[in-house]
């Protein structure tokens, strides 16, 4: 479980590509010490397992591995070596809870439609997969590359939020660019809410 405050942003050193799993090498400035093998790391909110750590130029170098089912679901299929991604521990006991529940389990992909300047911050506007965008909601949360975010405003598949330079700065959304893929997960409340009207 996590909370989608991306605590590193790591670079994808290396990507081996196999018929039934593809692992990738990411550095980091985690402590190697502190990375168990079978731990779980959320990389841009996909929450991969743990295969192998060394320590690297900066702290560690972790390997994950993906199968089929998760480079189709999500856009690890289409990165390369040098990608910047979101990086997240998983939650310990006693953990603050600062942005919200985060099960790092991608629902799919949504694309950045637009960036346009917001006083300081900057306005993104995403278009979501219909399936998805019915469980998007204004002032609800949503996941987006593994960072937690408030939603401003909703339009039939299409929903804004706002970034603050803080969060620009400290994760990889300072290089997005309009037309750019994006790991998306939907609000568990939001999921189970709907489930249970459904079968009301």
Known sequence: MFTGLVSDVGDVRAIVREAQLTRFTIASAYDPATIALGASIACDGCCLTVVAVTAGARGADFSVEASPETLART???????????NLERALKLGDELGGHMVSGHVDGVATIVSISADGGSSRFVFEAPAALARFIAEKGSVTLNGTSLTVNAVTVNR?????????LAVTSWGGARAGDAVNIE??????YAARLSECS
């Not at 929903?159 to 969060?167: A, K, R």
């Not at 939907?186 to 999921?191: E, F, G, T, V």
């Open 186 to 191: 939907i609000d568990l409340l939001a999921r």
């Open 75 to 85: 856009t690890l299929g289409s990165w390369q070596t040098g990608r910047r991604v």
């Open 159 to 167: 929903f804004g939020v706002t970034l603050i330079p803080h969060t």
